[in-house]
């Protein structure tokens, strides 16, 4: 009697995009990736994926309980669809740019953001950060496979941004930065009261 193969979650999560979009129904990949191995959920959910991760995760488990039964895979359920911004909506306040997990949303608070329709996984988590409701449907941008390698890489260097900025800084950066910051203030003080020559330097 032969053995069934086992699939482990980390092989699925090789082959998931790692977009963290929740367009699956789950919270991320990793929980979709279990329910894969549980067979609890079908392998053609992942709308970032398409039909491409779809294939790859039906090969993988050719032959191995839970998916022994799943047959050839369908299109996602969602199709992969992006989103562009309205700028005669956008207001700038920057509230979209935290939540998208794959920093597919160019600017800055103050200024006009764009969507970088390549990057997008069509998640739609902005509209609900969006105070204006600027972000509108990307017509033409809708794609049955995206570049996966693209969502992983951008997902994993928002994560490295995010973990440098929460990083303390050390006790040579962060004395360098008060100098710096009172060296400032005071030319500040300086020109609006009009001093010659600048003060005494504070040690």
Request: with cysteine; aromatic share 4%; net charge positive.
């Amino acid at each position: 009697m032969s053995q069934r193969p086992v699939i482990s979650i980390q092989s699925i999560m090789r082959i998931l995009p790692q977009s963290q979009c929740g367009q699956c129904g789950f919270a991320g990949c990793w929980p979709y990736a279990r329910a894969i191995v549980r067979g609890e959920a079908p392998p053609d959910l992942c709308a970032p994926g398409g039909m491409t991760t779809a294939t790859a995760l039906a090969a993988l488990h050719a032959g191995s309980g839970p998916m022994a039964h799943a047959g050839a895979p369908k299109p996602a359920q969602r199709p992969l669809e992006t989103l562009g911004i309205n700028v005669h909506e956008c207001i700038g306040c920057g509230r979209c740019l935290p939540v998208c997990p794959v920093d597919a949303i160019a600017g800055a608070v103050g200024f006009l953001h764009a969507v970088l329709a390549d990057s997008c996984t069509g998640c739609q988590l902005c509209l609900a950060a969006c105070p204006a409701d600027s972000f509108v449907p990307a017509p033409g941008e809708c794609r049955a496979c995206a570049a996966t390698a693209r969502y992983r890489y951008r997902y994993a260097r928002k994560r490295r941004r995010l973990a440098r900025a929460l990083r303390p800084e050390s006790r040579r950066v962060a004395t360098a930065r008060k100098q710096r910051e009172i060296t400032e203030a005071l030319e500040r003080v300086r020109k609006r009261r009009g001093w010659q020559a600048a003060p005494p330097t504070l040690e």
